[in-house]
């Protein structure tokens, strides 16, 4: 499969517990998006990488929400101290600043649920 | 910032019949509208886009249309068929260096046979 994966596919925490997600790209990407989706709405872009500099966030980014992507490949976000509020699926984006630079590809998403 | 604005929240047609989802937005500096289709538990998956500097783009049974002036833009589905049932969500990217993308709140299509 070539597409945007991630990992895991489910995770169940308790509130205040750090949680970490990965994500792998399209192998040829070089852009990458975090969204995040509640129940009914559409995505909420959270922050976008080129290659492997964060260069945009959110401002609904809380600083409990960190991303790295450190090689330009894969890419993790970690929540810490989490809150019920948190309960969303995350959802990774990947897409090329070559050819169609527009498109974006999702992932399958993480499901998260904070307990 | 962008907002996007989408309609009907859902949506029931018959089997053959055709679907029209519509969409305004706010942000004149948009430039590029694609549209996706989420079926339950799923990924969301791109099925059409336009630019800014196209009126119109058909493929097969889906077509998009696009009003710059008004803002607004619509997908239209023909021939509707049972697997076309899905949530479908409109966008509208950012001119910032992400283009990230502003999503409208979705509309359930459900095609009955």
Request: glycine letters at 6%.
């Given at each position: 499969d070539t597409g945007v994966s991630q990992d895991p596919r489910h995770k169940i925490t308790k509130r205040g517990q750090n949680v970490t997600f990965r994500c792998d790209p399209i192998s040829e990407h070089n852009r990458l998006y975090w969204y995040r989706q509640t129940l009914g709405q559409g995505p909420e872009f959270l922050t976008y990488f080129q290659n492997e500099a964060q260069l945009e966030k959110s401002r609904l980014?809380?600083?409990?929400?960190?991303?790295?992507?450190p090689k330009g490949s894969f890419s993790t976000l970690e929540i810490q101290r989490t809150e019920q509020g948190d309960s969303a699926m995350y959802l990774c984006a990947?897409?090329?600043?070559?050819?169609?630079?527009?498109?974006?590809?999702?992932?399958?998403?993480?499901?998260?649920?904070?307990? | 910032g962008e907002n996007v604005e989408q309609h009907p929240s859902t949506l029931s047609v018959q089997e053959g019949d055709s679907a029209v989802i519509k969409c305004t937005y706010s942000d004149s500096a948009s430039n590029y509208f694609p549209?996706?289709?989420q079926e339950l538990g799923k990924r969301p998956q791109l099925i059409i886009d336009i630019r800014s500097n196209v009126g119109e783009k058909k493929d097969q049974r889906i077509a998009v249309t696009l009003n710059k002036?008004?803002?607004?833009?619509?997908?239209?589905?023909?021939?509707?068929?049972?697997?076309?049932?899905?949530v479908y969500f409109c966008a509208a990217d950012t001119q910032t260096g992400a283009n990230n993308l502003f999503f409208g709140t979705g509309t359930r299509l459900t095609v009955i046979p």
């Open positions: 980014l809380s600083d409990r929400f960190s991303a790295e992507r990947s897409s090329s600043t070559g050819r169609n630079p527009y498109e974006q590809y999702f992932g399958p998403g993480t499901r998260l649920t904070v307990t | 549209w996706y289709k002036t008004a803002k607004h833009f619509s997908l239209h589905i023909t021939e509707t068929q049972p697997e076309d049932s899905a």
